[in-house]
C-alpha cells in the first residue's frame, strides 16, 4: 500500500480565443508526485532486465564500460531485487534470468557478465524482447516490484524487426502491461530516433552516453531512478470537445481517440514536475461561447501495485471580441513552457532533417518556426534565450554536423522537453557555447 | 472524473476550414492528435490490416502522411465504425457500403457507427500481473510475431517471369528502337465526389492541402445532394 499522491495543475497560457476562429492557445498541464522519501529499505523490489547490444561494434571501450556498469548494477542491488541480463547481436542470449541478488545470485550475476563479448549485427528487438519476457515472467511469480528493462545500445537495428514505430507500439503495450523500458544511447553511432521512441512509449527515459566512461554513470542513475520514484506509467488525459482541434508539442508518446488525448508522461521523482503542453487550433463561434476542456491524470505505485489518481481540473476557454482578444493578459509561467516545448520540437525536427542530409529544409524550416515563435516570445521573461539559440542552431543547421553535435542536440531538446535529468557527471555543452 | 464538456454550436464545416488555414500557417509538421492505425484497430475492433484494405479500396481517407507512424483524419474511426455495421450488422457487400459512404451524411454515418458499439470490444480490463508475459507469448507465437509483414504487404513483389509492367514494356519495346524520352509523369490526386462527380488535382500536396480538398468534396457533394441549407 502506498501513501503517494499525484498532483495535477493545467491552465492556457490565454483563456480567451478570438470569436472569428483560428486562434492558436496553449494548454499547459503540470504533473508532479508526492510521498514520503523512503528509506533504501523500503523502497520497491527492482525486477530490472539489463539488455546489452553485443554487436562488433561495441568492441573495445564501449563493451568494457557496459561490463562495468553491468557490474556496478550487480553490486547495487540487494537481495530483495531480481537481475536478468540479455546479450544481443544477430541473436539475443540469456546470460542471467531474474536471479535474486544475494550472494550466490550476485556471483552468477559477475559470471554472466564476464561473457559479455563483442560478436555479429544487432538484433535490438530480439534483444529488448527477450528482457522484457524474462521481466514479464518474473512479474507474474512476484508483482509487488518495479519491473524494468534497461536497454544498452551503440547501433543502428538492422536484423530482425527494425521498423521503429512497431517497437515502439510493442514497448507502450508492454508498459500498459506493467513493464517500463529506458534506453541508453551509447557513443555517436545509435539510433536516437529509435531509442528515444522506445523511451518515449516504454514510460522510461532515453540517456545519451558519448563517452565510455558515462554509461556507468547514467545506468546508474537510472537505476536510483527506478528505486526513488514514486509514481510510475503516469499517464495524462485531455478530453476537448469535437470542434477545437490539440495537438502534443513536444517528444511524448500518444494516443488520440475522438474526443480523448492521452500522454504517456512515465514516472515521476521527487521533487520533479513535468509538463506536457498542448495546442489548441480554436473554433469560432459567438462571443461569451465557453469551451471546456477536462485533463485528468492517473499513475502507478512503483511497488508494482495500486492505482494513484489525480483530482481532474478544468480549462476554460472564452469566445471574446478582438478588442477584448487582442488586450488580455497572459500567463508568462506557462508562455514560457510553451517556447520551451516549442523550441525543443523544432530542435528535433531540425536535426533529423539535418541527419537526412537536407541541411537546406532544416535551416528553412527552422527560419519558419522562428517567425512564428518571435512574436509570441515578446514580453515573456526567459524566452530570449530560447530564441538566441534557435537562431544560433538555426545559422549552423545547413551544415553537415557530426553525429556526436546531433546526439547531443537531440538528447538536449529531448531531456529539455520531458522535465528530465541529464544524469552525467559532466553535462554536455549548451546549444548557445556549441554553437555561437 | 472528467467534467463533460458542454454541448457547442454546430459549426463543425466552417470551424474545420478555419483550423485547416490556421494549421498550415502556424506549423504543419507538428505532431497530430490524429488517430494513428493501430489506435483505430484498437478503438474499432477491426485488424490493422483490415484497415489499410479498406483505405486501399477508397473506403476510408488516405493517411495525413505516410509511414508506420501515420495519422488519419480524426473522423476515420466514426467511418470505420459505420463500415463495421454495415458489413456486419447489415450485411452490405464493401461495394454496396462504398456508394453509400459516399452519399451519406455525417449524422447518417454516426447512426451507422453507433450500431457498431454492440460490436465493438469493451474497453480493456487492468492488466493482471501475467498479461505482458501472455502479451510476449502472443507476440512471439501469433500474427504479431511478424509485426511488420501488414506494411510489407504493399511492398512490390519481385516477379518470378515477366508479368504486368515489366510484361507490358517488353512487349511493347520488341522489335522497335528505344523511343526519345518525352513523357514525364505527373501524380494527380482523385477525389470521388459521389458516384459520377470526382475532382482531380494536380499532385504533390500537403496532408493538410489535401484534407482540405476532401471537406470541399464533401461540401459539394452536400450541394449536389441537395444538403446545403
Known amino acids: ?436 | 472524473m472528467i467534467a463533460t464538456p458542454p454541448q457547442q454550436k454546430n459549426t463543425s464545416r466552417h470551424v474545420k476550414l478555419i483550423d485547416m488555414s490556421n494549421y498550415l500557417m502556424s506549423n504543419p509538421s507538428m505532431i497530430t492528435t490524429e488517430p494513428s492505425l493501430s489506435d483505430l484497430a484498437a478503438a474499432s475492433g477491426i485488424e490493422a490490416r483490415t484497415i489499410r484494405s479498406w483505405v486501399a479500396q477508397g473506403l476510408l481517407p488516405a493517411p495525413l502522411n505516410r509511414g508506420p507512424a501515420a495519422r488519419y483524419p480524426t473522423d476515420t474511426l466514426e467511418r470505420v465504425l459505420a463500415i463495421r455495421a454495415m458489413r456486419d450488422a447489415l450485411g452490405m457487400q464493401l461495394a454496396e457500403i462504398r456508394k453509400e459512404l459516399l452519399v451519406a451524411s455525417q449524422e447518417q454515418i454516426r447512426g451507422y457507427a453507433s450500431r457498431a458499439q454492440g460490436l465493438a470490444p469493451v474497453p480493456r480490463p487492468q492488466p493482471s500481473a501475467s498479461s505482458a508475459l501472455n502479451y510476449i507469448d502472443a507476440l512471439r507465437a501469433g500474427p504479431l510475431a511478424a509485426p511488420q509483414s501488414a506494411f510489407l504487404m504493399d511492398e512490390p513483389l519481385i516477379p518470378q517471369s515477366l508479368q504486368g509492367f515489366d510484361a507490358l514494356e517488353h512487349r511493347l519495346s520488341q522489335g522497335r528502337a528505344p523511343p526519345a524520352r518525352k513523357a514525364r509523369a505527373e501524380e494527380w490526386l482523385r477525389i470521388p465526389i459521389t458516384p459520377d462527380v470526382e475532382f482531380s488535382v494536380r499532385a504533390p500536396l500537403e496532408a493538410e492541402q489535401r484534407v482540405r480538398l476532401e471537406r470541399c468534396a464533401d461540401l459539394i457533394r452536400d450541394i449536389l445532394l441537395g444538403r446545403d441549407r
Open chain 1, 1 to 436: 500500500m502506498t501513501n503517494n499522491s499525484l498532483t495535477l495543475t493545467a491552465g492556457l497560457d490565454r483563456t480567451s480565443a478570438w470569436e472569428d476562429g483560428g486562434s492558436v492557445r496553449y494548454l499547459v498541464a503540470e504533473l508532479a508526485a508526492e510521498g514520503a522519501t523512503t528509506p533504501r529499505t523500503d523502497a520497491p523490489a527492482l525486477n530490472l532486465a539489463l539488455a546489452i547490444d553485443v554487436s562488433s561494434s561495441m568492441a573495445g571501450d564501449k563493451i568494457d564500460a557496459a561490463r562495468r556498469a553491468a557490474r556496478a548494477v550487480a553490486e547495487a542491488l540487494t537481495e530483495r531485487d531480481r537481475l536478468s541480463i540479455i546479450a544481443f547481436d544477430s541473436r539475443a542470449e540469456l546470460l542471467l534470468d531474474a536471479c535474486a541478488m544475494d550472494g550466490a545470485g550476485r556471483a552468477a550475476a559477475l559470471t554472466a557478465i564476464a561473457g559479455l563479448v563483442d560478436r555479429g549485427s544487432t538484433n535490438l528487438f530480439d534483444g529488448w524482447l527477450l528482457a522484457a519476457e524474462r521481466v514479464a515472467v518474473a512479474m507474474a511469480a512476484s508483482p509487488q516490484a518495479s519491473h524494468r528493462v534497461l536497454l544498452l545500445s551503440d547501433g543502428q537495428t538492422n536484423r530482425g524487426v527494425t521498423d521503429r514505430g512497431e517497437i515502439a507500439r510493442h514497448a507502450g503495450a508492454l508498459l500498459e502491461r506493467g513493464v517500463i523500458t529506458s534506453a541508453v544511447g551509447i557513443g555517436d553511432g545509435y539510433d536516437e530516433e529509435l531509442l528515444g521512441a522506445i523511451a518515449e512509449a516504454g514510460g522510461g527515459n532515453l540517456h545519451d552516453a558519448g563517452k565510455a566512461p558515462e554509461i556507468g554513470e547514467v545506468v546508474l542513475g537510472e537505476l536510483q531512478a527506478g528505486r526513488a520514484a514514486l509514481v510510475e506509467r503516469a499517464t495524462l488525459r485531455v478530453t476537448v470537445p469535437g470542434n477545437l482541434r490539440a495537438e502534443v508539442v513536444g517528444p511524448w508518446a500518444n494516443a488520440a481517440l475522438p474526443g480523448v488525448i492521452e500522454v504517456m508522461v512515465g514516472s515521476l521523482m521527487p521533487e520533479q514536475t513535468k509538463r506536457v503542453v498542448f495546442r489548441l487550433h480554436c473554433p469560432s463561434g459567438a462571443p461569451g461561447t465557453t469551451i471546456l476542456l477536462g485533463i485528468s491524470a492517473g499513475g502507478a505505485a512503483p511497488d508494482g501495485g495500486d492505482a494513484i489518481e489525480a483530482g481532474s481540473v478544468e480549462a476554460e476557454l472564452r469566445l471574446v471580441r478582438g478588442a477584448e482578444n487582442s488586450s488580455q493578459a497572459r500567463d508568462a509561467a506557462r508562455s514560457l513552457s510553451v517556447m520551451q516545448a516549442w523550441q525543443a520540437e523544432a530542435l528535433r525536427r531540425a536535426v533529423r532533417m539535418n541527419r537526412d542530409g537536407d541541411g537546406r529544409a532544416a535551416r528553412h524550416f527552422l527560419e519558419r518556426e522562428l517567425r512564428w515563435m518571435e512574436p509570441y516570445a515578446r514580453g515573456i521573461p526567459g524566452a530570449d534565450i530560447l530564441l538566441a539559440e534557435l537562431i544560433l542552431v538555426q545559422r549552423r543547421v545547413g551544415e553537415e554536423w557530426d553525429e556526436r553535435t546531433r546526439k547531443e542536440v537531440y538528447a538536449a531538446s529531448h531531456k529539455l522537453s520531458r522535465s528530465e535529468r541529464d544524469l552525467r557527471s559532466e553535462p554536455p555543452r549548451s546549444l548557445s557555447d556549441r554553437f555561437r
